[in-house]
């Protein structure tokens, strides 16, 4: 219960209903459903989803008009409902909110192949209907949405590992979370460097310079931002999108399901071949994609979210989720080792 259905109450609460509100909004709403950090809204209009962001102005109107120039090749992205000051983002008592469409389906079950197979399948239609981005673009949106180099922001978090790994060193009463983090902190920071030196010695400059394979990456491609009807898949929720190269998604994706299934490589395999029967990966990107397996990513989340209180959990919740993470953690090294 503490793991899921109130982690993100904190979040919830800050929402409100009032009648200048909704007619802001432009809709009428009949019934109201919270889900995570969203509220589900039966309305005159059908089902939408409203969501608190802190996203600028800016960044918003990138996110949708890169997801109406994916929408031309892939129509299964979520769409953004304009206010009735034909506005995506409503202002109300210093809060940004934005009000999207409902998508019909169920999340996507990561344990299940087939459903592993259609949404690596569909990652792969989504990447290739974004290729052409941009060239629609101009220089300071793909300046100002552009993913940071990934050497320099994994040079960045060794720094961050090494100050947080000093500070909480000195704290004179430590807590169940700090003695996890300073126990296995130097693991990570080994794996860190070893990641950042294959990384030196890999293509990665020239796979960043290959237009072909810049793409709009989504970031986030947990198993609830995939919604399938059918044998349809939808994709929900950019608001971490970045212009990058396709591998980086991949790698994202591909860490988020095998860590449902303990790390299983046959279904790194199938993800591959999946996405390959849409869109060819280099040779070089499929080595990235193992090279980056040895990234302790879900580490320095988890310490950098709590340290930094860049997350409104409940001290239990944090503690739980470092538990998990360094629990499955053990079957990262297993792969790696094999």
Not at 239 to 268: F, H, P, Q, W
Request: proline letters at 1%; aromatic letters at 10%.
């Amino acid at each position: 219960m503490v793991k899921t259905r109130y982690v993100d109450k904190g979040i919830l609460c800050e929402y409100e209903f009032k009648e200048e509100f909704i007619d802001l909004l432009g809709i009428k709403i009949t019934d109201v459903i919270p889900l995570r950090k969203v509220f589900v809204l039966f309305t005159d209009k059908g089902k939408k989803v409203l969501k608190i962001t802190d996203s600028s102005k800016e960044r918003i109107d990138f996110i949708d008009k890169a997801l109406k120039i994916i929408e031309k090749k892939y129509p299964r992205v979520l769409k953004y409902t304009r206010n009735i000051d034909d506005e995506i983002i409503t202002l109300w008592k210093d809060k940004q909110y934005v009000l999207l469409d409902m998508v019909e389906g169920r999340e996507a079950a990561f344990t299940n192949p087939v459903e592993v197979e259609l949404c690596s399948k569909a990652i792969a239609e989504m990447h290739i209907a974004s290729k052409n981005l941009i060239e629609e673009l101009s220089e300071e949106e793909i300046k100002n949405n552009s993913g940071k180099n990934l050497i320099k922001k994994m040079e960045d978090e060794y720094y961050t590992l090494i100050q947080l790994q000093k500070v909480v060193g000195k704290y004179k009463y430590k807590n169940e979370f700090d003695d996890l983090f300073l126990k296995n902190v130097d693991n990570a920071k080994r794996d860190l460097l070893k990641t950042i030196e294959e990384i030196k010695n890999s293509k990665y400059d020239s796979m960043i310079k290959n237009r072909g394979n810049i793409v709009l990456c989504h970031n986030d491609l947990a198993h609830h931002n995939f919604i399938i009807d059918g044998d349809k898949v939808n994709i929900i929720d950019f608001d971490y999108c970045s212009i990058d190269t396709r591998i980086l998604d991949i790698y994202g994706y591909t860490m988020k399901v095998i860590k449902n299934l303990a790390y299983n490589e046959e279904i790194i395999e199938l993800i591959i071949k999946s996405y390959n029967e849409v869109s060819k990966l280099e040779d070089e990107e499929i080595e990235m994609l193992r090279k980056l397996i040895n990234y302790p990513r879900d580490f320095i989340s988890i310490s950098t979210d709590y340290y930094f209180k860049q997350k409104m959990w409940d001290e239990e919740v944090f503690l739980s989720r470092l538990k998990n993470k360094l629990e499955i953690d053990k079957f990262r090294m297993d792969i790696l080792n094999s």
